[in-house]
């Protein structure tokens, strides 16, 4: 495989490209071109356009990698890397004519994410790191805040819209959230929360019920920004377990134990 940098440098220009194309169409969504996946969870020819587009791109780059997409417009297991593609993060911001929306496309060998593009094109803000490298917001170095108390944290979540199994304990740290916080912020992209929280704007961010697409360019690049990403037990099952909890250095741990007390 070439070398890493120069791959993340060429997913960085393809996710502009597909951006171009999601800014083209963002204003052309009428209710015809919404299709329900499921409960509140839609999908439209923009989000398969864009993923069949990026997968294009990516196989040329390396044709050994498989993939992990969201709108399963290809069906291939790479044996030691698999590219983990959502190209349409926030889908329901973009159907209303909302930012923010993004791009996220990561890759993972093995068991591990070596690279991470996180584009968000209403902003022109491209978010990136590759393994061991720092990361990069529009090229220059961005790191996580200095915040040190949650009492003045800004933090973000996505509101439960499918699996309500958890709503009570989530309403009830939310509460938390509400009297012991400087606010908390719902954008409607989780990759979009996570590169906000890696390049400082936000303190932290929480959420169940994501899927790998939604947190895998994201979780690296906020690693690799300083930040601390884990599930709610502070174990680091956060790619297909389906919660996450991203902080950086200093608040991960307490908003950890705060989490321990309404989720089990
Ligand atoms: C959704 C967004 C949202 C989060 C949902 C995701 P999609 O992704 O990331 O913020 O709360 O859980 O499913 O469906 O717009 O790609
Ligand atoms: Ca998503
Ligand atoms: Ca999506």
Same mark, same amino acid.
């Given at each position: 495989m070439e070398n890493l940098e120069n791959l993340c440098l060429k997913v960085v220009e393809l996710s502009k490209e597909v951006g171009a194309f999601l800014m =083209?169409?963002?204003?052309?969504? %009428? %209710?015809?071109? $919404? /299709? %329900?996946k499921g409960q509140h969870d839609y999908v439209t020819y923009v989000d398969k356009t864009a993923e069949k587009q990026i997968v294009k791109g990516l196989m040329e780059y390396l044709p050994e990698a498989g993939f992990i997409t969201e709108e399963e417009t290809i069906s291939k297991q790479g044996e030691t890397y698999n590219w983990i593609v959502d190209p349409l993060d926030g889908t329901t911001n973009f159907i209303h004519g909302m930012a923010p929306f993004a791009i996220s496309i990561a890759l993972k060998k093995d068991d !591990?994410? $070596?690279?991470?593009?996180?584009?968000?094109?209403?902003?022109? /803000?491209?978010? *990136?790191? @590759?393994?061991?490298?720092?990361a990069f917001l529009n090229s220059k170095p961005i790191e996580v805040s200095k915040t040190s108390k949650l009492d003045n944290a800004l933090l973000a979540t996505g509101f439960p819209f499918v699996d309500y199994s958890k709503l009570e304990p989530y309403m009830q740290l939310f509460e938390w959230c509400m009297r012991n916080t400087r606010g908390v912020r719902r954008l409607g992209s989780a990759a979009t929360d996570l590169a906000y929280v890696?390049? +400082?704007?936000?303190? +932290?961010? *929480? /959420?169940?019920?994501?899927?790998? @697409?939604?947190?895998?360019? +994201? =979780?690296? $690049?906020?690693?690799?920004?300083?930040?601390?990403? =884990?599930?709610? =037990? !502070?174990?680091?099952n956060y790619l297909f377990g389906q919660e996450i909890l991203a902080f950086n250095k200093s608040l991960h741990s307490p908003f950890a134990e705060v989490i321990a007390d309404y989720f089990e």
């Open positions: =083209s169409e963002k204003n052309n969504i %009428t %209710t015809k071109d $919404i /299709e %329900t !591990k994410i $070596i690279l991470g593009v996180i584009y968000e094109p209403n902003l022109d /803000e491209v978010f *990136y790191a @590759w393994q061991a490298s720092k890696a390049c +400082g704007r936000m303190d +932290g961010f *929480y /959420e169940y019920g994501l899927k790998p @697409w939604d947190v895998a360019a +994201g =979780s690296l $690049i906020l690693q690799r920004a300083g930040g601390i990403v =884990s599930d709610f =037990s !502070k174990g680091d």
